[in-house]
């Protein structure tokens, strides 16, 4: 009996280690953008569930506790910004202004579309915190009446298509310079778009660190006022 408790106990987070290590195999030895761990994991992590016919309360309750190590993992992303202290300051107007512009224009694009889609004031504020890391996203969508559970899956989505395009949209844009892709990557797809920019260069991690941090703040600065506009 305390075997079966046990494996109920950690069928979910067991799911989650082991579809999301397999993710990281397929991504290394394919080397393609497009089979983003996370984006693996969680198709497979799906499927599993429905074939299993794993109910998804089960499966959260035993997976919930990976998401306690999200904020000291965040936290961590501090360390590359350490690192370039000195390149941060002399840059320091560019990289306000660049993650500012960010900030706008995803908030901007949420309302406009709302607007277009005639979505309800809910759906708008739901969609507002997409592209800021979910430890802050979850805190400004339940502050502003929105549908926190899909706030979440609309950051993660957003991020995983950030990590997808990166590399792509920069080559695309011709943008060069390692501050300014740094900043792309984690203004516009957090933690998620961070890990790319690591995997791109340590200044594009540094950066992009940095902007999930400024990006975050003024979210939950402008995220009341934009809410007054849907």
């Not at 299993?52 to 961590?76: F, H, I, Q, R, W």
């Not at 899956?153 to 395009?165: E, H, R, S, Y």
């Not at 950066?207 to 400024?214: E, N, Y």
Request: proline share 2%.
């Amino acid at each position: 009996m305390n075997n079966i408790m046990l494996c109920s106990a950690t069928i979910g987070f067991v799911i989650s280690l082991v579809t999301y290590g397999f993710g990281v195999w397929l991504h290394d030895k394919t080397k393609l953008d497009i089979m983003n761990p996370l984006l693996i994991s969680i198709a497979l992590t799906i499927v599993i569930l429905l074939v299993c016919k794993v109910d998804y309360k089960s499966y959260n309750d035993s997976a919930k506790y990976l998401s306690y190590l999200l904020t000291p993992a965040t936290v961590c992303l501090a360390i590359p910004l350490y690192k370039q202290m000195a390149l941060l300051k002399k840059n320091f107007r560019a990289i306000l202004i660049g993650v500012l512009s960010g900030c706008f224009t995803s908030m901007g694009s949420v309302l406009i579309m709302s607007k277009l889609f005639r979505l309800s004031h809910a759906d708008y504020v739901t969609l507002l915190p997409k592209s800021i890391t979910t430890a802050i996203g979850m805190g400004v969508s339940e502050e502003l009446g929105g549908v926190v559970t899909i706030s979440v899956a609309v950051i993660i989505v957003t991020g995983i298509i950030g990590n997808v395009i990166a590399v792509g949209m920069s080559k695309l844009l011709s943008i060069k310079s390692p501050i300014a892709r740094g900043l792309m990557c984690g203004t516009s797809a957090h933690a998620i778009g961070t890990a790319k920019a690591m995997q791109m260069g340590e200044i594009e991690g540094a950066m992009s660190s940095l902007a999930i941090v400024v990006s975050g703040l003024m979210t939950v600065i402008l995220a009341s006022f934009f809410a007054m506009l849907g």
